[in-house]
């Protein structure tokens, strides 16, 4: 059986070259305190909802914090010299870290503080009662398995209506929801529940985008892109996306588009 996630299939699109680099040849990627502080975020957020929404503030920050800490070893194992390390912007590594953690801690306490004042949208309750977070899916698109987790399944306590939400810690959501009307597809499949709209929670905001229409793309195409990502994968046809990204890209020493040198497998 084929099998392919969301993330595969975006990475793939954002540029081959990257995904050959880490996903198939194994590279070790760059740490970066976004990514260390994005993961340490989203497990503080995962531990309050799975609390039933009871979890302390000062709590939920100590999940961010040991996760932290615990990511940052990992990347410290890795590449202990912290000058390779990517950051925003001029910042170096040090500041860059203490600014994302600070950071951090106050997203986890904005993103409680939002939610216990939303009254109208509450977790979704799965069949054994427990808050609809971090929910793990398997689904199939034409001959594909595709496997994921949601973040976050909603109630519309006033509609009755089913929202699906994914958490994101940078400074953008995506032009195209195009991850959240799979998980559409996912919590219809599973729950049997049908879902029109979806949103994003911006942790920097401290706030959800406004409501995402998500019936505005045929999953006909959806199952053909999970079919042709499988099949470039399988081929090995990968291709390079030049760009702004590179310079956030862990793998970048490696592409001999940016200086490295390493030559992928024929």
Known sequence: MRRTSVSRLTSIARCGTAFELERIEKLPSLPAGWTIGGIAVHEAADAWEKSGRTMG?????????????????????????????????RKKV???????????????????RHNLLDKRLVPYELPDGSPAAEVGFEIEFEGVTVRGYIDLVL?????????????KTG??????????????????????EDVTWGDFFMTKEA????????????????????????????????????????????????????????????
């Open 57 to 89: 503030v000062m709590d939920a920050v100590e999940v961010f914090k040991e996760s932290w800490r615990h990511e940052i070893a990992k990347a410290d194992e890795k590449f202990p010299d912290r000058t390779r390390w990517l950051v925003g912007g």
């Open 207 to 266: 706030k959800p985008t406004s409501p995402i229409d998500l019936t505005t793309l045929d999953l006909v195409w959806i199952g053909r892109w999970f079919r042709r990502a499988v099949e470039m994968e399988e081929r090995r046809h990968f291709l390079p996306n030049p760009g702004d990204a590179c310079r956030t890209c862990g793998v970048s020493p490696y592409c001999p588009l940016t200086g490295g040198g390493r030559s992928a497998a024929a």
């Open 171 to 192: 400074s953008k959501a995506p032009q195209v929801p195009f991850q959240l009307i799979v998980y559409r597809q996912a919590v219809n499949e599973i729950f049997g």
């Open 94 to 112: 040090q500041k860059d870290l203490e600014d994302r953690y600070e950071g951090g801690i106050g997203q986890v306490a904005d993103y409680i």
């Open 155 to 167: 109630r519309d306590v006033e509609t009755g209506q089913i929202l699906v939400r994914d958490i």
